[in-house]
């Protein structure tokens, strides 16, 4: 996988000014003034939905934090006199890397937990910070905590109806599926295929996938065929029958088959040949 972009990425101001993030009514609040913000005052946003910050990307970040500063101010609302950070979590934690004691910040005095949780959301996915199982997850709090249908939350975050409700389907899968996902092991497309009712075990499916390197489109080959059910033991041939081909393998001079039922008395021969040298033997052996 590929190096992120040493970039310091866009802050919360050009996601606001962005016509895609359809957030009008939830950016009608100004954070103040930009002022030096402690560090030890800033804890992390509680509704980011980014779990993972990739080590080496936020040491790229942090070198360049060290020759350049931070070029634009964090976004923070007070909490209980303290600060939560709306915007710019990766500028924050590269920061305490470099050793910085205080931020350049602005601060929001009054910031709902709706839109905090909506912002996260939509600043992460325009900038494609998060996998797939985290997208699903935040998706999944907004619906629990603020009661949003799939219809509104796709117009919230203009996203199609599909894609919300395709993502929050990975959630059905199970655990370990799910951390395959997440470390990018199994794509989301991939993914979705094993909620087919066709695939009885999705872990050893996702299992097969990963190991034979499968793509989107040949796994959901995969999903559309059932399972093969495995072959009914063929009867057991008496040893009289067992004779019989044994007369008949040795006057045709090929293999002969005999399959069976559950009546012994009804079956069918079969006459196995390679050339017409076979069948000719085999009429010679008829009419003699």
């Known amino acids: 996988m590929g190096k992120k972009s040493m970039a310091?990425?866009?802050?919360?101001?050009?996601?606001?000014?962005?016509?895609s993030a359809n957030i009008e009514d939830?950016?009608?609040?100004?954070?103040?003034?930009?002022?030096?913000?402690?560090?030890?005052?800033?804890?992390?946003?509680?509704?980011?939905?980014?779990?993972?910050?990739?080590?080496?990307?936020l040491q790229e970040l942090?070198?360049?934090?060290?020759?350049?500063?931070?070029?634009?101010?964090v976004l923070l609302r007070k909490n209980a006199g303290r600060y939560q950070i709306v915007s710019g979590e990766r500028r924050v934690r590269a920061a305490?890397?470099?050793?910085?004691?205080?931020?350049?910040?602005?601060?929001?005095?009054?910031?709902?937990?709706?839109?905090?949780?909506e912002w996260a959301i939509i600043e992460n996915i325009q900038r494609e910070d998060?996998?797939?199982?985290?997208?699903?997850?935040?998706?999944?709090?907004?619906?629990?905590?603020?009661?949003y249908t799939h219809e509104v939350l796709a117009s919230r975050l203009n996203k199609s109806r599909t894609a919300i409700t395709n993502s929050l389907r990975m959630l059905k899968l199970p655990e370990q599926v799910k951390k395959w996902i997440g470390e990018g092991k199994l794509s989301?497309?991939?993914?979705?295929?094993?909620?087919?009712?066709?695939?009885?075990?999705?872990?050893m499916a996702a299992k097969e996938i990963i190991e034979q390197g499968l793509s989107v489109r040949e796994a959901e080959v995969l999903a559309q065929e059932p399972k093969k059910k495995p072959d009914v033991a063929a009867p057991k041939i008496s040893p009289d029958m067992q004779n019989f081909l044994n007369?008949?393998?040795?006057?045709?001079?090929?293999?002969?088959?005999?399959?069976?039922?559950?009546?012994?008395?009804?079956?069918?021969l079969i006459i196995n040949y390679s050339s017409y040298d076979d069948l000719t033997r085999i009429q010679q052996a008829i009419n003699a």
């Open 247 to 268: 007369t008949l393998q040795r006057a045709f001079g090929i293999k002969v088959i005999c399959k069976t039922g559950k009546d012994p008395q009804k079956g069918t």
């Open 130 to 147: 998060l996998n797939p199982m985290e997208t699903a997850n935040a998706y999944q709090q907004l619906l629990d905590s603020y009661g």
């Open 26 to 57: 939830i950016a009608l609040e100004k954070p103040g003034a930009s002022t030096k913000i402690s560090i030890e005052l800033i804890e992390p946003n509680p509704f980011q939905p980014r779990k993972a910050f990739d080590e080496e990307s």
């Open 188 to 203: 989301a497309g991939a993914a979705r295929s094993l909620l087919s009712p066709n695939i009885k075990d999705p872990v």
């Open 96 to 117: 305490k890397i470099v050793g910085f004691s205080e931020v350049e910040a602005r601060i929001f005095d009054l910031l709902s937990d709706k839109t905090m949780a």
């Open 62 to 73: 942090a070198e360049s934090i060290k020759q350049h500063g931070i070029l634009e101010p």
């Open 8 to 19: 310091l990425g866009r802050g919360m101001s050009d996601i606001l000014r962005d016509r």
